[in-house]
Structure formats: structure tokens, C-alpha cells
């Protein structure tokens, strides 16, 4: 399944910003959301052309329970309603929409969604998109531990391009063994406004890199 998409690159995204795109507006943080929502429309029709195979969004944290109910009442229906918008475009555009993290905890209709979706476009060759919900990398590891074996064979693939939007500077539980060695791209942009032309600007970021992994180079020697 992976080597499908082992062509091009792996994107990350920590998508911040969101709430104060919205409060800098006086608009509710659940606008922000929205905005943002359309900012991962931008993306996800951007990335094929900038030879970026998958792409893994991290929608929703493990850790973002702990928000008020009103916010995740309102990104779960947020994302139920991508789903049911973006279905069709998604199975004529060739992408393959996987979800990563617990499932348990979505309200039932998402779940369902979620496995509608997976089904409907599982033949897309052309970009995978998973999107991280109700996600915790330290949570990943440890399942993938008690699993026994190599660890890299219950996990996704490794990441190659990093992305954090809004000028926060860390990995909030995200992908802590994918991102092994990722190049980092951190913008201050906040995500409702990131564009195609923002994520063109951090591949070409990425290209300029020398990437070593822990080795010399004629550069270093
Ligand atoms: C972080 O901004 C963003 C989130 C916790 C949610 C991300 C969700 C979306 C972009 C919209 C729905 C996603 C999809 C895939 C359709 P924040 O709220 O922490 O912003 P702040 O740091 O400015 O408060």
C-alpha cells in the first residue's frame, strides 16, 4: 500500500493558528475553524502538483479534548461535513483519504464517515491524505510497542517536510518517530490564510536543505 505513494514526498502539517486568525477578527474561534477548513481544501488540491505523495493534517490532538465542548462538538462536525463535501472530488482527484489516532472516541456518525470515505476512494493513486483526529503520537508508539516487532511497520511512513503554522515552534505530540528526520519549515502565516503559494514556498525551503541523515557529505567532508 505504501509504495503507492512513495514517489514524491511526505508533507506534515501542524495547521495552527486558527483560533487567532479568528479572535484578531473578533469572530468566534469556531470561524477560525472553518477558515480553516477551506485552507485544507488550498492544500490538499495544491500538493499533487508540487510532488507531494502523502499529506497527514493533524486535525484534531488527543489533547484537544480538553477544550470547551461548544470547540470539539464543533470540529467534529467541522470534519463530518469535509467529508461529505469533499467525497466525490476526492475519488475523481485520485486521493485516498485515511484517518490515523483513536477511533472510539468520535461521535458515531463521524466514524462512520470516516470508513465510508476510506472505502470510497481506497483506489486513489494519486496523493494519500490521512488526517490525524483524536491523535497522540506517544499513544501511537505504545500501541505500536505492544505489538512487538519493528515499531516502523505498525507506524506511518517517515516523514520528510515538517510544516507549523502561526510562529509556535514544536511538535505538540505529532508523528515524534515519523518526524526522526524531517526537515522543519515553521511560518508565521496562521493557517486560514495558508495558501498554495505557501506550501510551494516550504517544498522549495525543503529542496534547498542538504539532507544528511547522520552521514557526511561532499559538503560536510
Ligand atoms: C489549531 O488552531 C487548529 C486545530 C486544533 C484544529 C484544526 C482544524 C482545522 C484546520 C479545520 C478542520 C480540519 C479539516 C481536516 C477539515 P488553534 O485553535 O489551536 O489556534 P490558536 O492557537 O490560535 O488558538
Known amino acids: 500500500m505504501r509504495s503507492t505513494f512513495s514517489s514524491g514526498i511526505h508533507v506534515a502539517i501542524i495547521m495552527d493558528g486558527n483560533?487567532?486568525?479568528?479572535?484578531?477578527?473578533?469572530?468566534p474561534r469556531l470561524s477560525g475553524h472553518r477558515a480553516g477548513a477551506e485552507a485544507v481544501r488550498r492544500t490538499v488540491e495544491s500538493a499533487p502538483a508540487l510532488g507531494i505523495s502523502v499529506?497527514?493534517?493533524?486535525?484534531?490532538?488527543s489533547d484537544n479534548w480538553r477544550r470547551p465542548r461548544n470547540e470539539t462538538a464543533g470540529l467534529m462536525k467541522l470534519l463530518a461535513r469535509y467529508l461529505l463535501q469533499e467525497a466525490d472530488r476526492c475519488v475523481a482527484n485520485g486521493?485516498?483519504?485515511?484517518?490515523?489516532g483513536r477511533r472510539d472516541r468520535l461521535p458515531a456518525a463521524l466514524i462512520e464517515l470516516l470508513e465510508e470515505t476510506e472505502r470510497r476512494t481506497a483506489?486513489?493513486?494519486?496523493?494519500?491524505?490521512?488526517?490525524?483526529?483524536?491523535y497522540s503520537s506517544r499513544q501511537?508508539?505504545?500501541?505500536?510497542?505492544?505489538?512487538g516487532g519493528d515499531l516502523s511497520q505498525h507506524l506511518g511512513p517517515d516523514v520528510d517536510l515538517l510544516i507549523r503554522t502561526s510562529g509556535e515552534q514544536r511538535l505538540s505530540d505529532f508523528?515524534?518517530?515519523?518526524?526522526?528526520?524531517?526537515?522543519?519549515?515553521?511560518?508565521?502565516?496562521?493557517w486560514?490564510?495558508?495558501s498554495g503559494e505557501d506550501l510551494a514556498a516550504a517544498v522549495e525551503e525543503f529542496q534547498r536543505r542538504e539532507r544528511r541523515f547522520g552521514a557526511?557529505?561532499?559538503r560536510t567532508a
Open 55 to 61: 499529506l497527514t493534517l493533524y486535525a484534531f490532538s
Open 140 to 147: 501511537a508508539i505504545q500501541d505500536a510497542a505492544a505489538k
Open 19 to 27: 483560533g487567532r486568525w479568528a479572535a484578531s477578527r473578533g469572530l
Open 192 to 194: 486560514p490564510d495558508f
Open 175 to 190: 508523528l515524534l518517530w515519523e518526524c526522526a528526520y524531517a526537515e522543519m519549515v515553521f511560518t508565521r502565516r496562521m
Open 216 to 218: 557526511v557529505t561532499a
Open 123 to 134: 483506489g486513489g493513486d494519486k496523493l494519500l491524505l490521512r488526517l490525524a483526529i483524536d
Open 95 to 100: 486521493v485516498r483519504l485515511e484517518a490515523i
